[in-house]
């Protein structure tokens, strides 16, 4: 009797520590077309709460992308390079099916303000629906990107006009590229 007590117990520390040792990835999906500083603060951040963090470069046909896929791709991973627990990926179709498919637990977004709250709640029930094991983390930008968007940044290059400190430089030096 005391055999089967002790047998059962380390059966029970083991499970226990297994679970404790399991490896929580997070995926941090989006366009990033181009990546900026609000988003390597999110990176960055994401980085020290999990295991793993893929940031996840998605195909979206309803936008029509400044930078191709492999030019998003590399744009990231080099400003990524020191994350040694970052990893950067492309995929398409849905979320949820990428997540399982890269055995993440966690989708990571970014809310910069009232509108994106909307929305990625939105988005965050839907993904709860189809799959109820994934949960989605919500992160506030640091205060100085509360405001940058992917969208101004190309808006502000287009028209000469990309200040300092919105994006990592080689994304500077490629949006100048783009538009001279």
């Known amino acids: ?3 089967q007590r002790i047998e059962f117990g380390l ?10 040792a399991k490896t929580v990835v997070a995926i941090y999906p989006g ?3 181009p990546v900026t500083n609000g988003h390597l603060d999110l990176i960055a951040r ?3 709460i999990f295991d793993r963090l893929v940031v996840g470069i998605t195909r979206n046909l309803d936008k029509d992308p400044l930078f191709a896929i492999q030019e998003r791709m590399e744009m990231l991973e080099a400003v990524t390079f020191d994350w040694k627990n970052v990893e950067v990926d492309v ?4 979320l949820m099916d990428y997540a399982r498919a890269r055995s993440a637990s966690v989708v990571l977004r970014g809310i910069r303000a009232v509108s994106d ?3 990625e709640l939105q988005m965050a029930m839907m993904n709860r629906k189809i799959e109820p094991q994934i949960e989605t983390v919500f992160m506030l930008p640091g205060e100085a990107y509360s405001y ?3 969208r101004l940044v190309k808006e502000l290059a287009r028209f000469g006009g990309l200040p300092k400190g919105l994006v ?3 994304v500077e030096q490629r949006l100048r590229a783009k538009f001279v």
């Open 46 to 48: 994401g980085a020290k």
């Open 168 to 170: 990592p430089e080689i």
């Open 11 to 20: 059966k029970s520390i083991g499970k226990m520590v297994s679970e404790e």
């Open 117 to 119: 709250y909307e929305y």
């Open 148 to 150: 940058l968007s992917s």
């Open 91 to 94: 995929f398409d179709g849905l």
């Open 1 to 3: 009797m005391a055999r």
């Open 31 to 33: 366009s990033f077309d």
